[in-house]
């Protein structure tokens, strides 16, 4: 059994696009709202989902403030095994994650009762309970925040993409022509600004909900208390028999999947490389002993790289309004 596609096809160039530009004004729940300094977590029922991208739309049309505009011809780099990335003229591309497209469709299509089905799930940071971009960032650009998102502040990021390598998903992507590094060390700094979703946290420190849950027309996520939002994945994956991703990977995630498959059936059949993370049982990668050193190690030199960093971006942009 496959997903209705003019359905699919109706909702994209309908409800999609009308929904990712009035992504502005519903609350989250008020049980959520007096819960935004404990960890949020968010559920996706992958039954749910039919791939029509309104989810991706809106993500790109909130944050496109956010999203970076490169000065170029850009600076060589030395060494030269630092190479450019340059996304400025592929932002219309959607079927992978980008700097510029902090969140993608994946497609699995698998056997289920010996009949082809095809599953479509929105793939996105997993905003890790103890992130290991956030923990060995040389700089302290990434950090957790108390509400359970990880994000990546631009203003300070040097773009070395420690936090792509230590990411068990390699989610960050980055831009070349951005950041810090241009006013500092432009052919010697870490060659940009690393990219990913920050699950919308400033719409979420005002009371509004994630874009790509406002506007999902099929209630594919969901967002609330990490416990709470367990607490539902377990009783659907009892309903239905099915299973749970996101609750131990890495040591514990706040994106809960749930899927009436296998994960490792969907894992076997999307498409995975760059831009396209695999959905593999992955250990706690900051439960290794060599990560936990490294990490107190860098915890003061990357707080003090940070606030370095937020006063540079400061007065930079003082004298840019002046």
């Known amino acids: 059994m496959t ?11 309908g409800l999609a696009a009308a929904g990712a530009i009035a992504a502005s004004s519903v609350p989250l729940p008020a049980t959520v709202r007096g819960a935004t300094q404990e960890e949020l977590a968010t559920l996706i029922d992958i039954r749910k989902c039919i791939g029509c ?34 996304w400025s003229d592929k932002r219309d591309v959607m079927d992978r994650l980008t700097p510029y497209n902090w969140l993608f469709i994946q497609e699995s299509t698998v056997k289920v009762n010996g009949e082809e089905e095809t599953f479509t799930f929105p793939r996105r940071c997993m905003h890790c309970q103890n992130p290991p971009c956030a923990d060995l960032c040389p700089w302290g650009a990434a950090r957790k ?17 420690k936090c792509k390598a230590v990411c068990p998903w390699h989610i960050p992507e980055r831009q070349t022509g951005v950041g810090l590094y241009l006013d500092i060390l432009p052919s010697f700094a870490g060659n940009g600004v ?13 009371g509004k909900l994630p874009a ?12 609330g208390p990490r416990d709470e939002i367990l ?6 994956s009892k309903e239905i028999n099915g299973y749970i991703y996101g609750e131990k990977e890495n040591g514990g995630t706040n994106t809960i ?7 490792e059936k969907l894992n076997k059949t999307i498409k995975k490389g760059p831009g396209r993370p695999h959905l593999k049982p992955v250990e706690d990668s900051m439960a290794h002993a060599d990560n936990l050193a490294k990490a107190m190690v860098i915890a ?14 400061s007065r930079s942009q003082g004298k840019a309004g002046l």
Do not use: W
């Not at 505009?69 to 095994?81: D, L, Q, S, T």
């Not at 690393?194 to 005002?206: A, L, T």
């Not at 607490?231 to 659907?236: L, P, Q, T």
């Open 3 to 13: 997903k209705d596609i003019s359905r699919r096809s109706f909702i994209k160039g």
């Open 53 to 86: 991208e309104a989810c991706v739309e809106a993500c790109q049309e909130v944050n496109g403030r956010k999203f970076p505009e490169p000065k170029k011809p850009f600076p060589k780099m030395y060494p030269n095994r630092v190479k450019v990335s340059d």
């Open 145 to 161: 925040l108390k509400n359970g998102i990880t994000r990546i502040d631009a203003d300070v990021c040097l773009g070395g993409s």
């Open 194 to 206: 690393m990219y990913k979703c920050d699950r919308c946290y400033d719409r979420v420190e005002h």
């Open 212 to 223: 790509c849950i406002e506007v999902c027309p099929e209630k594919v996520q969901k967002i």
């Open 231 to 236: 607490k539902e994945a377990y009783s659907i």
């Open 257 to 263: 999947y749930v899927s009436p498959v296998p994960f």
């Open 300 to 313: 003061p030199i990357a707080g003090i790289a940070a606030a370095v960093g937020k006063a540079y971006s």
